[in-house]
């Protein structure tokens, strides 16, 4: 098993630039999570998807910002337009719906400079 | 919703000490609670979790205890190591699949 996949490993980009982060979950898994990191704020839920459908994206900054789960292996989260303060470590992670808890990627750094 | 408070923020300790990391949640439905580490440039990883139904759940050099009364767990790493060094989080959940509340991490140092 490969764990959970996302890509890019760094990003860097101008203020004003569409930014797609993508994530693989872990096969079989039916729920899926991104989460923003920063020292501030440490790990923030962004949103989550049960069985590629999205459950809550309260925690979703603003409307610059979407997620997508089109099928069961795969997702993305889009920012357009960047701001440097979205500069930040951002983390998927899968889970079974029973059993053990999150598996995250290795995360994406995004820069908005 | 959950609210979970960690304690200490950072925490240094002497290789072959002990550390301890604690922290309380709110809601009373909560019954899933996992540990994390994360090291420096890479994502948490699940190191110990423990149900409700269990009060004390040990693996190797690592122990998590649960007063489900008291609304509190912790984390015990005993003989610690250089390489235990590294941000710890705890969480708590009423379920699985839905998320997890995270506390808001603990960077221990171990000193070699």
């Known amino acids: 098993d490969a764990g959970v996949i996302q890509s890019p490993r760094h990003e860097v980009t101008e203020m004003g630039q569409e930014v797609t982060l993508r994530c693989k979950p872990i096969?079989?898994?039916?729920?899926l999570f991104w989460y923003r990191q920063t020292m501030m704020r440490g790990l923030e839920l962004l949103i989550y998807?049960?069985?590629?459908?999205?459950?809550?994206d309260s925690g979703m900054p603003e409307d610059r910002f979407s997620a997508k789960m089109p099928n069961a292996s795969f997702s993305t989260l889009k920012i357009q337009p960047s701001e440097p303060r979205d500069s930040a470590v951002y983390f998927c992670?899968?889970?079974?719906?029973?059993?053990?808890?999150?598996?995250f990627g290795s995360g994406t750094r995004l820069t908005v400079v | 919703g959950e609210n979970v408070e960690q304690h200490p923020s950072t925490l240094s300790v002497q290789e072959g000490d002990s550390a301890v990391i604690k922290c309380t949640y709110s809601d009373s439905a909560s019954n899933y609670f996992p540990w994390y580490k994360q090291e420096l440039g890479k994502g948490p990883q699940l190191i110990i979790d423990i149900r409700s139904n269990v009060g004390e759940k040990k693996d190797q050099r690592i122990a998590v205890t649960l007063n489900k009364t008291a609304k509190h767990f912790s984390l015990h790493i005993t003989e610690t190591q250089p390489e235990d060094s590294a941000v710890y989080f705890c969480?708590?959940?009423?379920?699985?699949?839905?998320?997890?509340?995270f506390g808001t991490g603990t960077s221990l140092t171990v000193i070699p």
């Open positions: 969480a708590a959940t009423p379920n699985t699949g839905n998320q997890f509340y």
């Open positions: 998807f049960n069985n590629n459908v999205p459950i809550d």
């Open positions: 096969s079989g898994h039916n729920s």
């Open positions: 992670a899968s889970s079974p719906r029973t059993g053990k808890g999150y598996t």
